[in-house]
């Protein structure tokens, strides 16, 4: 029999722990940290393949249309794409997952989050298979990660004896350790870390949360039965997938199994959960400094300095144990050693009712991005950017007026009863009130700047008439 593997990818998370960078409107998964691609398509890239079936994408309904946007950017196509109603934890969505696949119950789930790096792809197929010959056998299989130091941010695996290659039985869950519990798990050579990636069989995970969650299984089932089919998603049924409990998989199925596999994995992993780790990541020289293209250090020490903002320039001096990132509309410094604290200043933000705390300065529509230029009291500049063959919603406005320019591409522009085609150079004047749409009709991205004017300038200010995006 040939084995068929579907990746299960979690996606739907909006982590703040690399803030500014990473934002409840746009989170990590989605950015490219680790080179041009996304944390999200190398995610995708590295479960492809000979033996991997279309990947089944969890996620939320702001994420769908930049995760389908990202699928297709890296060439790939999905079996399915769950969107749910909620956050509730990854016991509830891998279920979910399980239940739409119920129909081929030998085949094996490969459940990962999206927002990891792995160094050596080859290394982890290799270990994917050898996970995979335990769970056909009906092993419930987790990844462990070869500790190199003594982490107090991860949960570990405990084995019966050191790990070797392949797989073997795993003993218990360890909870995220203190310093000292930390450095005695490491010294005794038989702890992993806990990467929260998982293989199974859909008929072994289906048992097991009969067996050990059975709370979970009615309120799930009951979300995919009374789920809807939209555009290319998959929504689960809201009522019902509200009613069940927010959890992981690690509480509700893994810790109280008893047929349990690891397979050890020293590939080059990293969960990037915070600058520091970043920062380790982005291989820093021999004084302990990092820096991405814009960014400058002059006598630094263990410092990182990142710029994210096109034709902003930071530069470092003297600094030491500094962790320093570049917005367009933010701007972090920190001690590297207390990075993992952003979740404060994002608290911080918050209190303030500023903007930055969750909004990305570029915000994803389906069609394509924008981002504000220039506000002011009755007046806003933007620039917009139109994927080829996108459009936006049949709409008109109740307080403002705009005004287009298109600087690069062609733009077909709907005003009223008129049609017609602007290029570049090329602009229109849309009224108050009056019913307009936009349309990239060409092969490469179009970009305009808009220019609105009125009393009241928020997004909410939008009556859709008709939406090939299902949000009229």
Not at 114 to 120: G, L, M, N, P, R
Not at 181 to 186: G, K, Q, S, T, V
Not at 214 to 236: I, K, N, Q, Y
Not at 451 to 468: C, F, K, N, T
Request: with cysteine; hydrophobic share 45%; net charge negative.
């Amino acid at each position: 029999m040939t084995r068929k593997i579907y990746p299960v990818i979690l996606c739907g998370g909006s982590g703040t722990r690399l803030w500014p960078l990473s934002r409840k409107s746009y989170p990590k998964q989605f950015s490219a940290l680790m080179g041009e691609a996304s944390l999200f398509q190398l995610t995708l890239k590295r479960l492809s393949g000979e033996g991997y079936a279309d990947p089944v994408l969890l996620t939320n309904s702001d994420f769908r249309f930049i995760a389908t946007q990202q699928l297709g950017e890296a060439g790939g196509n999905a079996s399915k794409i769950l969107i749910e109603p909620a956050a509730r934890n990854t016991a509830p969505a891998i279920l979910a997952a399980a239940v739409a696949l119920a129909d081929e119950p030998d085949a094996l789930m490969l459940v990962a989050p999206s927002d990891h790096v792995i160094k050596d792809d080859a290394a982890f197929r290799l270990a994917v298979d050898a996970a995979a010959g335990a769970a056909e056998a009906g092993q419930l299989v987790t990844f462990g990660i070869t500790p190199d130091r003594p982490e107090t941010g991860y949960g570990y695996l405990e084995l019966e004896t050191a790990p070797d290659a392949g797989a073997q039985p795993l003993k218990r869950f360890v909870e995220k350790p203190d310093a000292e519990a930390a450095a005695e798990m490491l010294a005794t050579g038989r702890f992993l870390w806990n990467a929260g990636i998982f293989m199974f069989k859909v008929s072994t995970i289906l048992k097991a949360f009969e067996d050990h969650a059975p709370g979970l299984m009615a309120p799930v089932r009951a979300s995919v039965a009374e789920g809807a089919t939209d555009l290319c998603f998959f929504r689960l049924g809201e009522t019902a997938y509200m009613g069940a409990e927010d959890i992981s998989i690690d509480y509700a199925v893994m810790e109280r199994a008893a047929n349990l596999t690891v397979v050890p994995f020293n590939g080059g992993w990293n969960d990037l959960g915070s600058w520091e780790t970043v920062w380790r990541e982005t291989g820093p020289d021999a004084d302990g400094v990092a820096t991405t293209q814009g960014a400058t250090a002059i006598d630094c020490k263990n410092t990182f300095l990142r710029t994210d903002s096109e034709g902003t320039r930071l530069v470092g001096i003297g600094l030491e144990n500094i962790v320093a990132v570049a917005m367009q509309d933010a701007v972090l410094v920190a001690d590297i050693r207390q990075s993992q604290r952003v979740k404060e200043a994002v608290a911080a933000l918050k209190l303030e009712n500023a903007g930055q705390a969750e909004d990305f300065p570029r915000f994803h529509r389906p069609w394509g991005w924008y981002e504000t230029l220039s506000l002011g009291r009755r007046f806003q500049v933007k620039r917009i950017m139109v994927y080829p063959g996108g459009q936006l919603s049949l709409q008109s406005h109740v307080h403002r007026s705009e005004h287009w320019v298109v600087v690069e591409g062609t733009a077909k522009v709907t005003v009223g009863e008129e049609v017609k085609l602007l290029s570049e150079n090329q602009s229109v004047y849309i009224p108050l009130g009056a019913v307009h749409r936009m349309e990239n009709p060409g092969k490469v991205p179009m970009y305009l700047i808009e220019v609105q004017s009125g009393p009241y300038l928020g997004e909410d200010d939008i009556i859709r008439y008709e939406d090939v995006y299902a949000r009229a």
